[in-house]
């Protein structure tokens, strides 16, 4: 009986590392001036192979095994052998907004992919959406549908959130001169056009250049964070209903000048922003326990974790190895958090982590949808 315990779990233990394995879709990373990196379980290696070129927003998918399929800066999309899909120009993103591109897959099917875009500093174009069957030109793909447009004017955030039955998607967006998020659902029947309208928190308007920031999820997709750019700018972090696609409960972190990334931890219980100060040449990465209490003290909770070498720094972003990844303006190298569950200055922040083998990373990095690999977070407890 004992033996067959000990065979059933290592039978278990297999599976388990099979499954962890298989989720690959977020390996293949595209950004900045011609940079990539490659992640394989705990290791990750620069590449010099992109066509991408971009100041901020980029999306890469790959399959489950971790095998690229296709990346975009929202306005090119590049197949897995990095040349130009057909009809995958002139896509309506651009390089300069934040979250120029956001990919998804059509829930029910493996072929079909959605490329949102969204444009610069709230102008016309606005969010649209474009269609990728992966089972056209031989299998690299083809644009079936492009630029389907949702609305208009629309800021530069842009993310998605699984659906909680674990199959349909939330696509979130934010309103401009308003305080509308906005989230439409994706299913099998395609894109519902008609969004979820949640009007709570800071109202996103004024100057065009205070539609720029990243708005990003929770790694188990029950809370989100905004960075409200501008001289005068704020973090907000919101409560996300991932039944019904509403916003709640804002909680706004004041006074961080050109306030830009935002990024949870994994377990849920941080979140990092980086602000650069008026005018850039102030360069912090700042760290909130979201466990602290109240609004009143997760703001005073706020540490300094890390300031850079570069005037700016921009997005950041959870890798599949668990560390996290801090863009730098037009450098050879990313910063890395290496250990982003930690409080404080434990979470040990390297300006010059991650070498990018001669190639520079600018103020993006991909943008991914929670929920496209397992989550392995928590809800921070927050009221």
Not at 44 to 52: P, S, T
Not at 183 to 203: C, Q, R
Request: glycine residues 12%.
């Amino acid at each position: 009986m004992i033996q067959l315990k000990k065979i059933a779990y290592a039978f278990a233990l297999v599976l388990l590392t099979l499954t962890a394995q298989a989720q690959g879709e977020t390996n293949n990373w595209y950004f900045g001036k011609g940079a990539g990196l490659v992640f394989k379980g705990d290791s990750v290696k620069a590449v010099v192979n992109g066509r991408l070129q971009t100041e901020e927003g980029s999306a890469t998918i790959s399959d489950k095994e971790g095998n690229l399929l296709f990346y975009t800066n929202g306005i090119t999309v590049w197949n897995r052998n990095h040349k130009v899909m057909p009809n995958g120009n002139g896509l309506m993103g651009m390089k300069s907004s934040t979250q120029s591109a956001l990919i998804i897959p059509q829930p029910g099917t493996d072929s079909l992919f959605y490329i949102f875009t969204t444009d610069i500093q709230a102008q016309s174009n606005g969010l649209r959406y474009s269609v990728v069957n992966m089972n056209k030109d031989g299998g690299n793909g083809d644009i079936t549908a492009r630029n389907v447009f949702m609305i208009a004017p629309a800021t530069e955030k842009l993310t998605a959130v699984r659906h909680s039955n674990n199959q349909d998607w939330w696509v979130i967006a934010h309103r401009w001169n308003s305080n509308a998020y906005m989230a439409y659902l994706v299913t099998a029947e395609g894109v519902n056009m008609e969004p979820v309208m949640t009007n709570v928190g800071t109202v996103h308007g004024g100057a065009h250049r205070k539609a720029i920031g990243y708005l990003v999820p929770s790694p188990d997709g029950t809370r989100l964070a905004a960075a409200l750019w501008d001289s005068d700018s704020n973090f907000e972090v919101l409560r996300f209903n991932r039944s019904t696609g509403e916003v709640s409960d804002p909680i706004l972190l004041k006074g961080y000048e050109e306030a830009y990334g935002v990024c949870f931890s994994p377990d849920g219980t941080k979140l990092y922003g980086t602000a650069n100060g008026k005018g850039g040449g102030k360069a912090q990465i700042i760290q909130f326990n979201l466990q602290a209490g109240d609004e009143a003290a997760i703001s005073k909770s706020a540490q300094i974790i890390g300031t850079s070498g570069s005037p700016r720094i921009g997005a950041l972003q959870l890798g599949p190895d668990g560390r996290m990844y801090v863009a730098r303006q037009d450098n050879i190298h990313l910063g890395v958090i290496s250990k982003p569950n930690a409080l404080g200055k434990e979470s040990n922040y390297v300006d010059t982590g991650m070498h990018l083998g001669g190639r520079k990373s600018d103020l993006g990095l991909p943008n991914f949808p929670q929920g496209i690999r397992p989550a392995t977070s928590r809800s921070a407890n927050i009221r």
